[in-house]
């Protein structure tokens, strides 16, 4: 028995390679040097600015007793002591900053995505908004005004604490918010099947899956809000020695240590700004790598 098979025509599949036009070519080009040239710019400055710093402080940083003594008792001419009392006030003041402004900003984030509707959705939104573009220098007034004008408190470390959850809640609550907006959603409705309810879902399963994005913006926030300068100059009296107390008392911290010494025209002087602007670029990167680390140690890993 004999078949007969048919053959279907089939258009020509196009070459492996087509030929590239010259408008085309000059296209890529052009934009390969435009995006070249805007590296360059962004990241010129930037390695410029951290040569200039590392060269112009590292001798005050490896110096005796930089990271262990304050300035008490060193006269303005002398270059001896450290930052420690500065390095304890910045700390300090992030510290109860974060205490303040992390929970309040992940519960604000969680009822924007997981409850959010209606009037005061859209008034807590208006409100992060607001704050987020509001300068630092307001956000101390404010607190100023409120804190020490008003309810009679003293300046204090604890007043500038305050300031700066102001400019920290809105970071941790947009950060926190997209992250929540990634978990999928069909996470949430297998919980919501097998019978477990709304508030559990989001301390069980919401949580635990966007923790690693929380914690980044988190970190990064508190690496923000640790250099501004505005509250401690507005909010806190520069000392020379340590003061435990956060909510009475002068307390330093190393943006007004650096604004302080700016006016002591004795070389000791600008070797302590030199060295005082490398320790806060040390502190800075030291919260973005930790950033970086607890993100990749708390991400949720598939089987």
Known sequence: ?????????????????????????????????????????????????????????????????????????????????GVYHALYGTFAQGLVCALIAVPLGIM????????GRGRLARITTFMVDILSGVPSIVAALFIFALWIAAFDFPQSGLAVSLALVLLMLPVVVRSTEEMLRLVPAELREASYALGIPQWKTIMKV??????????????????????????????????????????????????????????????????????????????????????????RFSAIKSK
């Open 108 to 115: 604000a984030a969680v009822y924007l995505v997981e409850y």
């Open 1 to 81: 028995m004999t078949t007969t098979e048919s053959t279907i025509d089939r258009p020509a599949a196009p070459p492996a390679f087509q030929h590239i036009s010259v408008v085309r070519k000059t296209k890529n080009a052009v934009a390969t040097v435009l995006v070249t040239l805007s590296f360059l710019v962004a990241v010129v400055p930037l390695v410029w600015l951290l040569i200039t710093v590392v060269g112009k402080g590292f001798d005050a940083i490896v110096s005796p007793g930089w990271w262990s003594q304050s300035l008490k008792g060193v006269l303005p001419e002398e270059f001896r002591g």
């Open 206 to 295: 919401v949580l635990p899956t966007a923790l690693s994005g929380i914690v980044t913006g988190v970190m990064l926030a508190l690496a923000r809000v640790m250099g501004e300068t505005a509250p401690v100059l507005v909010l806190v009296g520069y000392s020379r020695s340590i003061n435990f107390d956060i909510t009475d008392g002068n307390m330093a911290s190393l943006p007004l240590l650096i604004y302080t010494e700016l006016i002591n025209p004795e070389p000791a002087g600008v070797q302590r700004v030199w060295g005082a602007a490398l320790t806060l670029v040390i502190v800075i990167m030291f919260f973005n790598l930790l950033a970086a680390v607890v993100s």
